[in-house]
């Protein structure tokens, strides 16, 4: 019986590291995402470039998955009348999801 303990513990604990490490990796990625596109889109610097990325970060805490991100960016965006589609916007969150990830992993 103590193996069995031993395994169901062992399986909880990775799945709780594995749970961390994709919270981890999805702030990460918000963050980067806030920094290019407040760089990159709309043109903001110094200090308000971190501000939009925490605006980012924070906007991911509404519901589960990058949904609500896309809604807040996308918003922005079209506020300031930037001509970004959704889709392209997606394909970069990807490429920063990967990017995320690499940085993590290296830590």
Known sequence: MTTFNEREKAFEDKYKHDQ?????????????????IATELLALEG??????AKDVIASDLDEPGPDDVVR???GDLQA????????RLRHR??????????QIMEE
């Open 20 to 36: 961390d490490l994709q919270f981890r990796t999805e702030v990460r990625r918000n963050k980067l995402l806030g920094q290019w």
């Open 47 to 52: 200090e308000a470039v971190e501000a939009y």
């Open 72 to 74: 807040k960016v996308m």
């Open 80 to 87: 300031k009348a930037v001509d970004f589609s959704e889709h």
């Open 93 to 102: 969150m990807d490429e920063l999801l990967a990017e995320a990830k690499k």
